[in-house]
C-alpha cells in the first residue's frame, strides 16, 4: 500500500514538471510564432482569390480555412502530437533555451516571414559555400524533415480553394480519388523540395558559423534530436490537418 502510495506522489510530482517542459519546448521551438506565420500566408492566399472567385465561394473559402486554421486549435492539436510522440522534451528543450537553440530558431522565424516570402517569391538567392559547410548541410538536410513539413505547409494552403469547393459541392472528389491526388501532390511537392533543399537551407541558416552549424547538425543527428524532430513531423501534420474535413477538425 505505501509503495503504490509512493508511486502515485511520484508521478503527481512528476508529470506537471513534464507538462511545463513540454510547453515550454513549444514556446522555445517557436512553434506559436510559426503558427502565425502561417496564418498570415493562408490569409494572403484568400486574398489572391478575392477578385477571381464569386462571391458565395470566395466567401466559403474565407469561413472553411478560417475554421480549419483557427490558431487555439491548431495548437491544441499539434500539442497533443508532440505529447504523445515525444517522451522526454528535456534534450530538446535544453537545445532550443541554448544561445545555439535561439540563433536557429530566430534563422527560421525570420525565412518565414511574410515580407521574406513575398520577396523571395520567385526563388531563395544561390547561397556559395565551402565543401566542409556544403557537407555539414548535407547531413542537416538529411536529418531535418523539412521535405515533409514543407509539403504540409504548401498542401495546406493549397487546399484552401478545394476545401470550400468541396463543401458546397458535397461528392465532388470521392474519398479514393482524393486521397490518391493527395498522395500525389505529396510526392511531387518532396522532390520539388528536396532538389533545392541544400541551397534553402544554406540560405535559412546563413547567419550561423560553421562551428554552430556543425553543432546543429549534431543535435538533430543525435537521438534526441531525432525523437524531437519525429515528434515535430507528425505535430505538423496534426496542427494542418491537411485532407481531413474541416467540420471534423477540432
Same mark, same amino acid.
Given at each position: 500500500?505505501?509503495?503504490?502510495?509512493?508511486?502515485?506522489?511520484?508521478?503527481?510530482?512528476?508529470?506537471?514538471?513534464?507538462?511545463?517542459?513540454?510547453?515550454?519546448?513549444?514556446?522555445?521551438?517557436?512553434?506559436?510564432?510559426?503558427?502565425?506565420?502561417?496564418?498570415?500566408?493562408?490569409?494572403?492566399?484568400?486574398?489572391?482569390?478575392?477578385?477571381?472567385?464569386?462571391?458565395?465561394?470566395?466567401?466559403?473559402?474565407?469561413?472553411?480555412?478560417?475554421?480549419?486554421?483557427?490558431?487555439?486549435?491548431?495548437?491544441?492539436?499539434?500539442?497533443?502530437?508532440?505529447?504523445?510522440?515525444?517522451?522526454?522534451?528535456?534534450?530538446?528543450?535544453?537545445? %532550443?533555451?541554448?544561445?545555439?537553440?535561439? *540563433?536557429?530558431?530566430?534563422?527560421?522565424? /525570420? &525565412?518565414?516571414? !511574410?515580407?521574406? =516570402? $513575398?520577396?523571395?517569391?520567385?526563388?531563395?538567392?544561390?547561397?556559395?559555400?565551402?565543401?566542409?559547410?556544403?557537407?555539414?548541410?548535407?547531413?542537416?538536410?538529411?536529418?531535418?524533415?523539412?521535405?515533409?513539413?514543407?509539403?504540409?505547409?504548401?498542401?495546406?494552403?493549397?487546399?484552401?480553394?478545394?476545401?470550400?469547393?468541396?463543401?458546397?459541392?458535397?461528392?465532388?472528389?470521392?474519398?479514393?480519388?482524393?486521397?490518391?491526388?493527395?498522395?500525389?501532390?505529396?510526392?511531387?511537392?518532396?522532390?520539388?523540395?528536396?532538389?533545392?533543399?541544400?541551397?534553402?537551407?544554406?540560405?535559412?541558416?546563413?547567419?550561423?558559423?560553421?562551428?554552430?552549424?556543425?553543432?546543429?547538425?549534431? %543535435?538533430?543527428?543525435?537521438?534526441?534530436? *531525432?525523437?524531437?524532430?519525429?515528434?515535430? /513531423? &507528425?505535430?505538423? !501534420?496534426?496542427? =494542418? $490537418?491537411?485532407?481531413?474535413?474541416?467540420?471534423?477538425?477540432?
Amino acid at each position: 500500500m505505501r509503495r503504490s502510495f509512493c508511486l502515485l506522489l511520484m508521478l503527481c510530482c512528476t508529470m506537471p514538471v513534464w507538462a511545463d517542459s513540454l510547453d515550454q519546448l513549444y514556446k522555445a521551438a517557436g512553434w506559436p510564432d510559426q503558427r502565425a506565420h502561417f496564418i498570415d500566408a493562408v490569409s494572403a492566399a484568400q486574398q489572391r482569390y478575392r477578385n477571381s472567385l464569386p462571391p458565395a465561394v470566395y466567401q466559403a473559402l474565407v469561413t472553411n480555412s478560417n475554421q480549419r486554421f483557427q490558431a487555439q486549435a491548431m495548437d491544441r492539436r499539434a500539442q497533443a502530437q508532440l505529447r504523445a510522440n515525444l517522451k522526454d522534451p528535456q534534450p530538446a528543450l535544453g537545445f %532550443f533555451q541554448s544561445p545555439l537553440g535561439r *540563433k536557429v530558431v530566430a534563422a527560421e522565424l /525570420l &525565412a518565414t516571414q !511574410r515580407d521574406q =516570402l $513575398a520577396r523571395h517569391a520567385d526563388g531563395l538567392p544561390r547561397i556559395a559555400a565551402s565543401d566542409n559547410r556544403l557537407l555539414t548541410i548535407g547531413h542537416l538536410a538529411q536529418a531535418l524533415p523539412a521535405r515533409e513539413a514543407g509539403a504540409e505547409v504548401s498542401l495546406a494552403i493549397a487546399g484552401v480553394a478545394a476545401d470550400s469547393l468541396s463543401s458546397m459541392i458535397p461528392g465532388l472528389f470521392g474519398g479514393g480519388q482524393a486521397q490518391g491526388m493527395l498522395e500525389g501532390q505529396r510526392k511531387r511537392l518532396m522532390e520539388q523540395i528536396g532538389n533545392d533543399l541544400n541551397n534553402t537551407l544554406l540560405y535559412v541558416y546563413r547567419e550561423l558559423s560553421d562551428d554552430e552549424l556543425e553543432a546543429f547538425a549534431t %543535435f538533430a543527428e543525435s537521438a534526441q534530436g *531525432k525523437a524531437y524532430y519525429q515528434a515535430a /513531423l &507528425a505535430a505538423i !501534420r496534426a496542427g =494542418l $490537418a491537411v485532407g481531413q474535413n474541416a467540420a471534423d477538425l477540432k
